[in-house]
């Protein structure tokens, strides 16, 4: 029952984040030109990446200790 109130709250404290956070910013990557998106465009992909790159070490942290053990 914790977990559902838990992403309860979570899903309602995007909603709000995402709606008071519509104002477009300008992003200057390495490469290419500036690119004008909004800031929780922004902020999602930054946690997207994120996750994706916590993801990938866990899975590559994981296969290092399944071979330590295995020897």
Known sequence: M???FLYLFSAIFLVIFATQNMDPVWV???FGPA???PIIVLVAS???LGYALA???MLLR???EK???EE
């Open 2 to 4: 914790f977990k559902v």
């Open 28 to 30: 200057r990557f390495v």
């Open 35 to 37: 690119v004008r998106m």
């Open 46 to 48: 930054s946690a997207l």
């Open 55 to 57: 993801t990938f070490n």
């Open 62 to 64: 994981n296969r290092r």
């Open 67 to 69: 071979k330590r053990n």
